[in-house]
């Protein structure tokens, strides 16, 4: 039997609920790879499962992605072989370990000019960007496109992606520290949307046009003033919520603002068969070759601290992505 460090929660809360255990890991079954993992994409939704925001059964572990090595094939598994580099972001819940069992069909090959540790930071964050911009709302040239938190992992990647498409890119920060990443990232403009006269410096950058699209992950503290910096028949798309949950509205303000569109996506349902999962992985494949897709490491951690990166997290210390090296 394999041993495996394994990420183990059997309570919800504050960074300390996370243990680190010694597992002994079957030997995989029909349909599944064993993988001796390399690298861990943390992800905000993790913070959002370990504090209890979005419940889980306990005893549970944490996290959805990482690059590994296959070790062993189970039962009905073809494509693959012993020795191939993959990923995952959407295998379920568990991606927190140094090996782990995951249906073959949750895979995708990692192309050999992507290390093991930017495949880790990139692939669930670009994969949220890819549906966000090719299909929530179609990004285009002399588009404008708010990104909120555009400093941090999904954000620098939407800015990046949204600017390489020809939209005019307005990206706001927590804190004036973040403004380089930001711009680095690709935006036009930052705004600190710490100062209270943060949607008017929004509208001001547009030229009072206002966006096309605002892509919104903080919600708490900006979906009232997304929906203000919205152009008429714009798209509002609330994909998280890093401040808390979005202040209730009703539906007719919608109309009031010149009748937006609202939509909270998920990246999940995007990815739901392996044929989606395929063909979203190869758009971010080719906008990573064009350049279109650019990936900041901004902390990494060895997997024994998963506590403290999530802190970091929690703390806004990070620009860019975290990884954790089991
Ligand atoms: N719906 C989907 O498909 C989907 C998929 C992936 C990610 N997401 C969402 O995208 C967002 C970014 O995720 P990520 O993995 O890239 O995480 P991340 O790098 O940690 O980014 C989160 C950002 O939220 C901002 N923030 C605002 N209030 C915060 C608070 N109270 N605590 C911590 N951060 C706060 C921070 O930027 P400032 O300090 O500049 O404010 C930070 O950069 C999250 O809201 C996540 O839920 C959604």
């Known amino acids: 039997m394999t041993k495996a460090r394994v990420v183990s929660l059997e309570k919800l809360g504050a960074p300390n609920v996370i243990q680190i255990l010694d597992k002994d890991l079957p030997p995989p079954g029909k349909g599944e790879v064993q993988l001796r993992q390399t690298a861990i ?3 905000f939704i993790d913070i959002y499962q370990r504090s209890g925001f979005y419940p889980l059964e ?18 009905g598994v073809t494509g693959l072989k012993v ?24 895979l995708v090959p990692v192309p050999s000019n992507i290390s093991d540790e930017v495949a880790a930071a990139v692939f669930f964050k ?29 954000g620098q990647i939407l800015a990046g992606w949204a ?3 020809g939209a005019f890119v307005v990206g706001t920060v927590g804190s004036s520290g973040k403004i380089a990443a930001a711009k680095q990232a690709g935006c036009d ?26 892509y919104d992950s ?39 603002k010149g009748c937006l569109f609202l939509t909270r996506p998920s990246v999940f349902p995007h990815n ?31 997997l024994e601290q998963a506590q403290e990166a999530h802190r970091a997290a929690e703390e806004r210390k990070v620009s860019g992505a975290i990884v954790l090296i089991p």
């Open 41 to 43: 994409g943390f992800n």
């Open 58 to 75: 306990l005893p549970t572990g944490l996290g959805h992605e990482a690059v590994g090595v296959v070790e062993a094939l189970g039962e």
């Open 83 to 106: 020795g191939d580099r993959v990923m995952y972001m959407n295998a379920g819940i568990g991606a927190y370990a140094s090996a782990r069992n995951v249906l073959a069909e949750k």
């Open 126 to 154: 670009a994969m949220t960007a890819q549906y966000l911009v090719q299909k929530t709302y179609k990004v285009k040239a002399g588009d404008i496109v708010v990104v909120h938190a555009a400093a941090g992992g999904v």
């Open 163 to 165: 600017k390489a498409l």
């Open 189 to 214: 403009v930052v705004v600190d949307y710490s100062q209270p006269n943060w949607v008017e410096e929004v509208i001001k950058a547009t030229g009072g046009k206002k966006a096309n699209v605002v």
């Open 218 to 256: 903080v919600a708490k503290d900006t979906f009232l003033g997304s929906l203000e910096c919205t152009a008429p028949f714009g798209t509002v798309a609330l994909f998280g919520a890093a401040s808390g949950p979005a202040p209730e509205i009703q539906p007719e303000i919608l109309n009031k």
């Open 272 to 302: 739901a068969t392996h044929a989606l999962l395929q063909e979203n992985a190869k758009a971010v494949f080719d906008a990573i070759a064009k350049g279109y897709v650019k990936v900041q490491i901004g902390a990494k951690f060895p």
